[in-house]
């Protein structure tokens, strides 16, 4: 089984949330704009997620794994340190907590290798949500 990659399941969540984003902002606007006048915090919900996407995409532009000498033995180390981790959890349940954030780690590292791949995709579409999400405000 293949191990699953963080930046191909955020360039799926965000192709899902775009597409249905963009076929629907003409019916979500004059719904959060009367949403708005009920529960104001409705727009700083807009405000906010604005400003995690453009966060997001920050972090995303900041990554450049073409810099880290060797980095495709970390990937490998980090590979085995998750499988080592998930395996163990179930016999150290007192250290899930510090298990997740460990494994958090290793997600991303893991997964470094393959941003080049879909880097230029995820800045994309998080610039449509971006865009779309605007459009609502």
Known sequence: MAAQNLFDELKAALTTFKDFLHTNVGVIKPAVQALKEIVPQVGEL??????????????INNLNPNVVPGLDKVSEFTTGVTTLLTTA???????????????????????????????AEIIALLDAIIADLNQLK
């Open 46 to 59: 807009i405000g906010k997620l604005i400003d995690l996407m453009g966060k997001l995409k920050t972090e």
């Open 89 to 119: 959890k179930n016999l150290l349940p007192n250290e899930a907590g510090a298990i997740d954030e460990v494994l958090a780690v290793t997600d991303v590292v893991s997964s470094l290798p393959s941003l080049d791949a879909v880097k």
